[in-house]
T-cell receptor
Framework: DSGVTQTPKHLITATGQRVTLRCSPR?????VYWYQQSLDQGLQFLIQ???????AKGNILERFSAQQFPDLHSELNLSSLELGDSALYFC?????????????FGEGSRLTVL | GQQVMQIPQYQHVQEGEDFTTYCNSS?????IQWYKQRPGGHPVFLIQLVKSGEVKKQKRLTFQFGEAKKNSSLHITATQTTDVGTYFCAGSDVRAGFQKLVFGTGTRLLVSP
C-alpha cells in the first residue's frame, strides 16, 4: 500500500461524457502528478501540482483539466470523452515539488469509453 | 520535447539468465529513476541515480547512470520469476530544473521457470 488513494478504481462511460478522477496523496506529500497509461503503453506525463499550484505540464489535452485543493487532494477532469481516452490514469505523490524524489503511485483509475 | 526511449521493448528469458534494459534520453538529465510495474499493478520506485557515472546495486540488480547523464541501464543477474514485470526509467530534463519527470517507454520482462 503506497498510501496514495485513487477513486474510482473503474469507470465506464460513453463518448462525449465528462468524468472526474480523484486522488488523495500520501500524508505529508505536497506534490501530485497525473499520468496516463494506455493499454500496454508507457506512462504519459499529464500534469503536476505542488501545494495547490500547477508546477509542470505535459501533453495534456485541452479537454482535460486538473486542480489541487487546499487539503492537497487532486482531481483530474476529462471532458468530451473519446474512445482514445480509454486508459489507466495514475496519480502519484511525492514530498518535494521537484522531480528528484521517489514517486508513490496509486493503484490507478481504469477508464473505459464506449 | 524530451524523449526517453528504452530497449528492448520486450524480453523473454529463462530463469537464471541475466537481463539488461537500456534507457536513452534525448536531453541531459538531472537524475534518473527506475520503477517496476508488475502485471496489473502500479509502478513502484526502485532507485534514483544522480551523479554522472554512478553505479548502485540492490541485491541482484545493478543500476548505472551514464557519464553524459543521457543514458542509464538496469542489469538483473540470475533472473527469478519474481522479476517479471515492466521496468521503466524516468528522468527530469536538466533544463527544466527537476520538473516534469518523464518516463521511458518501458521494457517488459517475462521469466520462464
Amino acid at each position: 500500500d503506497s498510501g496514495v488513494t485513487q477513486t474510482p478504481k473503474h469507470l465506464i462511460t460513453a463518448t462525449g461524457q465528462r468524468v472526474t478522477l480523484r486522488c488523495s496523496p500520501r500524508s505529508g506529500d505536497l506534490s501530485v502528478y497525473w499520468y496516463q497509461q494506455s493499454l500496454d503503453q508507457g506512462l504519459q506525463f499529464l500534469i503536476q501540482y505542488y501545494n495547490g499550484e500547477e508546477r509542470a505540464k505535459g501533453n495534456i489535452l485541452e479537454r482535460f483539466s486538473a486542480q489541487q485543493f487546499p487539503d492537497l487532494h487532486s482531481e483530474l477532469n476529462l471532458s468530451s470523452l473519446e474512445l482514445g481516452d480509454s486508459a489507466l490514469y495514475f496519480c502519484a505523490s511525492s514530498v518535494a515539488g521537484q522531480g528528484n524524489g521517489e514517486l508513490f503511485f496509486g493503484e490507478g483509475s481504469r477508464l473505459t469509453v464506449l | 520535447g524530451q524523449q526517453v526511449m528504452q530497449i528492448p521493448q520486450y524480453q523473454h528469458v529463462q530463469e537464471g539468465e541475466d537481463f539488461t534494459t537500456y534507457c536513452n534520453s534525448s536531453t541531459t538529465l538531472s537524475n534518473i529513476q527506475w520503477y517496476k510495474q508488475r502485471p496489473g499493478g502500479h509502478p513502484v520506485f526502485l532507485i534514483q541515480l544522480v551523479k554522472s557515472g554512478e553505479v548502485k546495486k540492490q541485491k541482484r540488480l545493478t543500476f548505472q547512470f551514464g557519464e553524459a547523464k543521457k543514458n542509464s541501464s538496469l542489469h538483473i543477474t540470475a533472473t527469478q520469476t519474481t522479476d517479471v514485470g515492466t521496468y521503466f526509467c524516468a528522468g527530469s530534463d536538466v533544463r527544466a530544473g527537476f520538473q516534469k519527470l518523464v518516463f521511458g517507454t518501458g521494457t517488459r520482462l517475462l521469466v520462464s521457470p
